[in-house]
């Protein structure tokens, strides 16, 4: 193995650990993908988890300082194909390989970076904010799942878009007092969590609900190589939904609801039979 493959495998190796130390329900999905997919979705994972990390977590630092040098270093790696950080050198790789869409990487830099500053969305704000932060997302990865077939990527684009934002919107769910009480934020527009109730609740998952029947019709129409992974995340997320839709609303301002390891395990089973036998 010459120098420089050796020095992309490192630093491929590393988007792998970042993915599977940060969540591990996304590295199990990541593993149900054909072999030659993992990789690219691994590296495309870690760049977002980084520039995550710096707005949620780096408290003790200049985070304004750190994120305009993190944006500075992806324009670099992606300008001149190569980077000594290694999540950005990875990341560059799987970015030209695949033809990934600049504005996509500018978008979802614009709605991390908003969250340095910004505590609450009106209607625009917030749909603006889960394209940046999750819907472009997806569609790096689903330019990877057609092996950059743009006539595929082009019919599933918008099934994709509503899969991203199941899930962001999702994860606000989720993470609603975390967010609100450690960080100051309301994601959820012109949203006053003292007055959180069942009424509230209920608008915000009705539109989930329909964001996941429309991106339930691309997944089932993704390539076989990747559709077995994007259906288990797709039915891990819609579990953890059904589960939080079961409670009432103050049960989602005192606690991080969570699925058990032990039912994670029994998802994933139950899913791979289903596309195993052609149930899907």
């Given at each position: 193995?010459?120098a ?7 630093c491929a190796e ?5 993915t599977?130390?940060y969540s ?19 590296s495309?994972?870690?760049?977002v988890?980084?520039?995550d ?5 780096f408290?003790?630092a200049d985070k304004?300082t750190?994120f305009?040098r993190?944006k ?7 300008d ?9 050198h ?7 390989q695949?033809?990934?869409d ?7 830099l614009?709605?991390?970076?908003w969250?340095l500053?910004r505590?609450?969305?009106d209607?625009?704000?917030f ?8 819907e ?5 990865c689903l ?12 019919r599933?684009r918008?099934?994709a878009?509503?899969?991203?934002a199941?899930f962001q919107?999702i ?10 009480q450690e ?5 959820f527009p012109?949203?006053d ?11 915000i998952?009705d539109?989930?609900e ?6 339930y019709?691309?997944?089932?129409e ?6 077995l992974?994007?259906?288990i995340?797709y039915?891990?997320?819609l ?5 939080i839709r079961?409670?009432?609303s103050e049960r ?12 994670k ?6 899913s ?9």
């Amino acid at each position: 193995m010459d120098a420089l493959k050796l020095y992309d495998r490192v630093c491929a190796e590393c988007s792998v650990l970042t993915t599977k130390a940060y969540s591990t329900s996304f590295s199990l999905g990541i593993r149900f993908l054909g072999n030659p997919l993992r990789q690219p979705i691994y590296s495309i994972y870690g760049y977002v988890r980084f520039a995550d990390e710096i707005v949620d977590t780096f408290h003790h630092a200049d985070k304004g300082t750190l994120f305009e040098r993190f944006k500075e270093e992806t324009n670099r790696a992606l300008d001149e194909g190569i980077s000594l950080n290694p999540i950005l050198h990875s990341f560059q790789q799987v970015f030209h390989q695949y033809s990934l869409d600049k504005k996509h990487v500018d978008l979802f830099l614009q709605s991390m970076e908003w969250d340095l500053n910004r505590a609450n969305y009106d209607r625009m704000g917030f749909e603006q904010y889960i394209v940046g932060s999750a819907e472009v997302v997806g569609l790096m990865c689903l330019k990877v799942f057609v092996n950059g077939d743009q006539a595929e990527y082009d019919r599933l684009r918008p099934f994709a878009e509503r899969l991203g934002a199941a899930f962001q919107k999702i994860n606000f769910l989720r993470d609603l007092k975390a967010d609100y009480q450690e960080m100051g934020r309301s994601y959820f527009p012109n949203l006053d969590l003292t007055q959180f109730d069942e009424a509230t609740k209920r608008v915000i998952e009705d539109e989930i609900e329909s964001d996941f029947k429309e991106a339930y019709k691309g997944i089932i129409e993704l390539p076989r190589s990747s559709r077995l992974g994007v259906y288990i995340a797709y039915i891990y997320y819609l579990r953890l939904f059904q589960k939080i839709r079961s409670l009432p609303s103050e049960r989602i301002l005192e606690e991080r609801i969570r699925i058990p390891n032990s039912r994670k395990a029994t998802l994933f089973v139950g899913s791979y039979l289903r596309h195993s036998l052609n149930m899907l």
